[in-house]
Each structure stands twice: as C-alpha cells, then as structure tokens.
C-alpha cells in the first residue's frame, strides 16, 4: 500500500491572487498584537477613573481627556484591523475546510463589529468625553443638574451599576 500522491493530484494551497489580502492580514494581525499590549500597558500603568461619582469621573476624564481619548482608541481601534485578520484567514484556510474557516470568520468577525457596535472598555465610553465637555463648560452652580440623568443612564450602561452624581 501506498501513501504517496500519484503525479496528477494537486496539493491545495491559498489561492495566490488573493496575496495582498494575506500581506494586509499579516500586517493587520501584528498591529492588532502590538495595540492591544500598548493599551493593556497602559490600563495598567496609568489611573483608572473613579469608581463612584459621576461628577468625579467628569472631572477625571477633563483633567486626562488626551489619555482618555487613548485608551479608549488603542481598545477599541484594533477591533477594525481584526476584521482584516479574520477575512484574511477565511481566504487563507477556505481550501482546507470551507465550512470551518467559514464559521470562524463569521464568528471572528461578528464579535469585533458588535465591539465596535458597543463602543465601551472598562473605563467608559468615547461618548464620555462629550459629557464631560459639558459638564466643564456649563457654569459651576449648574453643572451637574442639566447632566444628572443621561450621566446615570449612560454610566449605567457602561458599568452596569447606578453610580450617585454628587
């Protein structure tokens, strides 16, 4: 009995007209890599805002808007090169199994757009740094009072608890 393949039978490999997709994965997957570890440092190595009080963490992203703007990009952005990734592996591995690397890149895919859907990490949302614009410019006797309800609404969307706005 034998193994080997007769002279006719193919070997099956990525289609290579699809190259600068794969080069575009590869690229996408080690920028994906390199931004996730760039914001997991900083989660880490930078304050985290308040954990009660919707005034304080207003004030907090104010005081770090720059940083704010940051994290809430290198968490959120590389969901974007991830798809690139995920499409890149369907085209790569459609020839071993069209059903696995079909399902994979469904699921791959869908899990980032509904992270991009849900834009939030752990520390809030984008949309925090408008509130908090807000909060800053409207006089200081009245800032919290026209802010205090869709401040609650939104930061218990975010952290799924109701946090007091002092």
């Given at each position: 009995?034998?193994?080997?393949?007769?002279?006719?039978?193919?070997?099956?490999?990525?289609?290579?007209?699809?190259?600068?997709?794969?080069?575009?994965?590869?690229?996408?997957?080690?920028?994906?890599?390199?931004?996730?570890?760039?914001?997991?440092?900083?989660?880490?190595?930078?304050?985290?805002?308040?954990s009660s009080g919707g005034a304080e963490t207003l004030k907090n992203i104010a005081s770090n808007r720059s940083l704010y703007i940051l994290k809430q990009v290198l968490w959120l952005g590389p969901s974007a090169l991830a798809i690139v990734v995920f499409l890149a592996l369907y085209r790569a591995l459609k020839h071993l199994d069209k059903s696995y690397a079909a399902i994979g890149a469904l699921i791959g895919i869908a899990s980032e757009v509904l992270t991009l859907a849900y834009p939030?990490?752990?520390?809030?949302?984008?949309?925090?740094?408008?509130?908090?614009?807000?909060?800053?410019?409207?006089?200081?006797?009245?800032?919290?009072?026209?802010?205090?309800?869709?401040?609650?609404?939104?930061?218990?969307?975010?952290?799924?608890?109701?946090?007091?706005?002092?």
């Amino acid at each position: 009995m034998s193994l080997r393949r007769s002279p006719g039978e193919g070997v099956a490999t990525p289609d290579p007209s699809w190259r600068s997709l794969y080069r575009a994965g590869g690229v996408s997957g080690i920028l994906f890599v390199v931004l996730t570890i760039v914001s997991i440092v900083l989660v880490f190595t930078k304050p985290m805002q308040p954990s009660s009080g919707g005034a304080e963490t207003l004030k907090n992203i104010a005081s770090n808007r720059s940083l704010y703007i940051l994290k809430q990009v290198l968490w959120l952005g590389p969901s974007a090169l991830a798809i690139v990734v995920f499409l890149a592996l369907y085209r790569a591995l459609k020839h071993l199994d069209k059903s696995y690397a079909a399902i994979g890149a469904l699921i791959g895919i869908a899990s980032e757009v509904l992270t991009l859907a849900y834009p939030t990490t752990g520390e809030g949302g984008s949309v925090l740094v408008y509130l908090s614009d807000q909060y800053m410019s409207a006089p200081p006797m009245h800032n919290a009072q026209p802010l205090r309800l869709p401040l609650r609404v939104l930061l218990h969307r975010i952290t799924y608890r109701l946090l007091p706005v002092s």
